[in-house]
C-alpha cells in the first residue's frame, strides 16, 4: 500500500537472501518497470540501496560505519565523513556535486560494503571550489562554500 501512494502498481517484494531484498514494481504513469534493491551487511553494518526505473540506475545510497565513531554516506552526487560519538557530531565533511551530468557511478565508485577507501580526502577530492557545496564541520567551526546564483559563497561560522 505504502508503494502504491508513490505512485507504484504490480508491487512484490523478494527476500534473495538474508540482509537482501528487491522491491518490483510497474511504474503507474509510464507503465516503465521499477526496482528497489536493498542489502545490508551485518559484518560492516553497511547498509546500501540502488534504485533503478525502466533498467537504469537513477540513484543510489551507501551507509558504511567505518569504525572509531566514524561513517561515510554516498549517493549518486553526494560524499560525506561524519565523526559522531554518544549523541554528538564532532567532526564532518560533506559535498555535493554539481547537476552537469557528472555524478558518482552506484558499481564502479560504490564504497559497499567495507567502505574501503572512504576518508576526508575521498569526500572532498576535488577541493572546495569545485562543488556546488561543500561543508565542513571541524568540532568548533563550519566553514561552508556553496554556490548560489551565480555566485559562490565562503562562509565560517564559529559554533
Given at each position: 500500500m505504502a508503494a502504491e501512494m508513490f505512485g507504484l502498481t504490480n508491487v512484490k517484494v523478494t527476500r534473495?537472501?538474508?540482509?537482501?531484498?528487491?522491491?518490483?514494481a510497474t511504474q503507474a504513469r509510464t507503465e516503465g518497470?521499477?526496482?528497489l534493491h536493498g542489502v545490508y551487511d551485518?559484518?560492516?553494518g553497511g547498509?546500501?540501496?540502488?534504485e533503478k526505473t525502466d533498467g537504469k540506475v537513477?540513484?543510489?545510497f551507501e551507509f558504511i560505519p567505518l569504525g572509531s565513531d566514524q561513517y561515510a554516506l554516498q549517493t549518486r552526487t553526494e560524499r560525506g565523513i561524519v565523526n559522531y560519538k554518544d549523541g554528538k557530531v564532532l567532526s564532518f565533511v560533506y559535498t555535493m556535486l554539481y547537476y552537469d551530468?557528472?555524478?558518482y557511478n552506484s558499481e564502479s565508485d560504490s564504497i559497499y560494503p567495507s567502505g574501503s577507501g572512504a576518508n576526508i580526502e575521498w569526500a572532498a577530492s576535488k577541493g572546495e571550489d569545485e562543488y556546488s557545496q561543500y561543508i565542513k564541520f571541524d568540532g568548533k567551526n563550519f566553514k561552508i562554500n556553496v554556490q548560489?546564483?551565480?555566485?559562490?559563497?565562503?562562509?565560517?561560522?564559529?559554533?
Amino acid at each position: 500500500m505504502a508503494a502504491e501512494m508513490f505512485g507504484l502498481t504490480n508491487v512484490k517484494v523478494t527476500r534473495n537472501k538474508a540482509h537482501d531484498y528487491t522491491l518490483t514494481a510497474t511504474q503507474a504513469r509510464t507503465e516503465g518497470p521499477y526496482e528497489l534493491h536493498g542489502v545490508y551487511d551485518p559484518t560492516s553494518g553497511g547498509l546500501r540501496m540502488v534504485e533503478k526505473t525502466d533498467g537504469k540506475v537513477t540513484t543510489f545510497f551507501e551507509f558504511i560505519p567505518l569504525g572509531s565513531d566514524q561513517y561515510a554516506l554516498q549517493t549518486r552526487t553526494e560524499r560525506g565523513i561524519v565523526n559522531y560519538k554518544d549523541g554528538k557530531v564532532l567532526s564532518f565533511v560533506y559535498t555535493m556535486l554539481y547537476y552537469d551530468g557528472n555524478e558518482y557511478n552506484s558499481e564502479s565508485d560504490s564504497i559497499y560494503p567495507s567502505g574501503s577507501g572512504a576518508n576526508i580526502e575521498w569526500a572532498a577530492s576535488k577541493g572546495e571550489d569545485e562543488y556546488s557545496q561543500y561543508i565542513k564541520f571541524d568540532g568548533k567551526n563550519f566553514k561552508i562554500n556553496v554556490q548560489t546564483f551565480g555566485e559562490r559563497v565562503k562562509v565560517e561560522i564559529p559554533s
